[in-house]
Nanobody, 130 residues
Framework: QVQLVESGGGSVQAGGSLRLSCAASGYTYSKNCMGWFRQAPGKEREWVSHINSVGSVGASTYYADSVKGRFTISRDNTKNTVYLQMNSLKPEDTAMYYC????????????????????WGQGTQVTVSS
């Protein structure tokens, strides 16, 4: 059974940083595209970033324009974990952040869409105050 468990959320002031982690189990993690989404109250789930499986040219990464240059996604296949380093946080980054996994190594849609992913974590809350 596939499980994704997020951690690392919390409350920070604008300009601060947080690092989210998503620990995966129950499947061959290293061969899967992994993504981060977020959802603020009253809004639709929004794609933040994704990282493809490591291939001959490394694990390609992609970001939403709203987080580009501030967030960094990475993966440690030895720990079955994907990370989202979030710097220069803004109040508009406040949301529940979800980790997601796809059954194949690449995610093709840009911007990413929830329908492309097969598994989801329960989410971790990020609150940024001004």
């Amino acid at each position: 059974q596939v499980q994704l468990v997020e951690s690392g959320g919390g409350s920070v002031q604008a300009g601060g940083s947080l690092r989210l982690s998503c620990a995966a189990s129950g499947y061959t993690y290293s061969k899967n595209c992994m993504g981060w989404f977020r959802q603020a109250p009253g809004k639709e789930r929004e794609w933040v970033s994704h990282i493809n499986s490591v291939g001959s040219v490394g694990a390609s990464t992609y970001y939403a324009d709203s987080v580009k240059g501030r967030f960094t996604i990475s993966r440690d296949n030895t720990k079955n974990t994907v990370y989202l380093q979030m710097n220069s946080l803004k109040p508009e980054d406040t949301a529940m952040y979800y980790c997601a996994a796809r059954d194949v190594g690449y995610c093709y849609r840009l911007p990413g869409v929830p329908e492309e992913y097969n598994y989801w974590g329960q989410g971790t809350q990020v609150t940024v105050s001004s």
